[in-house]
């Protein structure tokens, strides 16, 4: 759920909507295929109910639910990503589109910077939980959250709900 937090906590009120009003939902059944290994993907995702599987050569290698993003490396990076995502259960995505989301961000330099920003922060506790589980980090470290960042994950938690309710998931 953190995930979700970081992106909804640095955006505004009207970038929230902005996003409700372009992005749809897409209903997933258990073995569905989200994200395929090495095919462009076109959208970013944000799992509104249900469980995915992140799988590399058939192998899983996590389970991610409720408030996690998927597609955003690839959105990133413009490259096709290196693992699956298939649904482990009946799931509910947030779906927005890569060519949107790129005319948004082109337009609006407050909602690039606050969009940019806030993928910085959670791809950085993404890479600091990946080395605690390599052994280069204390346990504590893992996850503590900047002060900076907690500021908003009140409202973040809200905008998530409005989001949930715009899409029946509550």
């Known amino acids: 759920m953190k995930k979700v937090l970081f992106l909804l906590g640095h955006l505004t009120d009207m970038d929230i909507e902005w996003m409700i009003q372009n992005g749809s939902k897409k209903s997933l059944i258990y073995k569905d295929e989200l994200i395929n290994k090495g095919a462009d ?66 337009t609006d330099i407050e909602f690039r910077s606050n969009f940019y920003y806030s993928l910085a922060l959670f791809l950085s506790n993404r890479l600091r939980k990946t080395t605690n589980q390599l052994g280069y980090e204390s346990d504590e470290e893992a996850d503590v959250i900047d002060i900076n960042v907690l500021d908003g994950i009140a409202q973040a938690g809200a905008r998530f709900n409005q989001i949930l309710n715009k899409f029946s998931e509550v």
């Open 41 to 106: 993907i076109e959208n970013i995702y944000i799992i509104l109910s249900g469980q995915l599987n992140i799988l590399d050569n058939n192998q899983k290698i996590a389970s991610i639910g409720p408030g996690e993003i998927v597609g955003e490396m690839s959105f990133l990076e413009s490259r096709p990503p290196s693992v699956s995502v298939i649904a482990s259960e009946s799931s509910v995505v947030y779906s927005i589109s890569r060519e949107l989301m790129n005319k948004k961000l082109d």
